[in-house]
């Protein structure tokens, strides 16, 4: 007994820290935006005014919230398909004992995920700009005749926007895949040649069952960081033109940090992404329910 006690409290010990650093750094953030919340304070004096649920009230009545509300699931719903199934392609691909060069094809896939968000952005604007490298290269082969402002017209920015977000998260996701390929146990697929399973049937019936469960990590990963977007959007558009790009996201930095709506209203900003907090906890729990099933599914 005395060493079980022993065992733990070391454990406790070392998770110390990082308890610590939970608390301070996002234990105590999540608490006091619940408090703010119910403020009527700019952030930037020592006066507010406690005026309870208002901030929540006029957060739901606001078209420009639910706006940004949407366009936040149009970026999901535009980046999560892309973001599963284009990786496990190259995942695949890559997974090959025979590709020559294997290794070099996933450190240039891999090399955006390191690279700076921002950064990224303020390149893609001109690259995607009307006299940027894209729409040079799309009139010379003949598919445009006037160049398109890829990012400033409200048709094409979300599309955009979708694209570059696919291309700067393509290689991380690549490796989450790659890992479940790499788990799966090459006596099944031995097994399964020796019974006369080549290629696709190889690929339906044992490849994809057992990439299910780490699949269903990704697809949570995925959605959660989708829906969290920001620096990408606040370097290549601000949420414009007209609002299209306006994410939940850029919307609370508008009212808590910017100076586009006057003075800041953090206690606003609070309770509008306490509003949203709650539709990323509520998917995560579902999501989770999801995964443990698939999971027990795959164990039986």
Do not use: H
């Amino acid at each position: 007994m005395k060493t079980k006690w022993r065992i733990e409290l070391w454990c406790w010990l070392f998770l110390l820290p990082t308890v610590a650093l939970f608390v301070l750094f996002q234990g105590w953030p999540i608490a006091a935006s619940f408090y703010y919340a119910m403020l009527d304070w700019s952030g930037l004096t020592s006066d507010s005014t406690f005026i309870g649920l208002r901030n929540f009230v006029d957060v739901a009545k606001d078209p420009y919230f639910w706006n940004a509300y949407k366009n936040s699931f149009k970026f999901m719903l535009g980046v999560v398909p892309l973001n599963l199934l284009v990786p496990l392609v190259l995942a695949v691909v890559l997974n090959r004992p025979r590709l020559k060069g294997a290794s070099i094809y996933r450190t240039l896939i891999f090399l955006p995920v390191v690279t700076t968000t921002s950064i990224v952005g303020i390149i893609m604007v001109f690259i995607w700009g009307s006299d940027g490298a894209v729409n040079d290269a799309l009139m010379k082969i003949g598919w445009l005749d006037t160049p398109i402002n890829w990012l400033g017209d409200a048709k094409w920015s979300m599309f955009t926007v979708i694209l570059i977000s696919v291309w700067k998260n393509l290689g991380i996701n690549m490796i989450y895949w790659l890992a479940g390929l790499q788990s799966i146990p090459k006596d099944l697929y031995e097994a399964a040649e020796v019974d006369g399973a080549r290629g696709t049937k190889l690929f339906v019936y044992i490849t994809i069952p057992l990439l299910l469960p780490i699949g269903a990590v990704i697809l949570l990963l995925n959605v959660v960081n989708s829906l969290k977007v920001f620096d990408l959007i606040k370097t290549m558009t601000n949420g414009g033109p007209f609002f299209a790009t306006d994410v939940v996201s850029t919307y609370i930095y508008r009212y808590a940090f910017s100076s586009e709506m006057g003075l800041p209203q953090l206690g606003y900003a609070s309770a509008a992404g306490l509003f949203f907090a709650v539709t990323i906890s509520i998917l995560a729990i579902i999501q989770s329910v999801l995964n443990k099933r698939m999971k027990g599914r795959a164990q039986s």
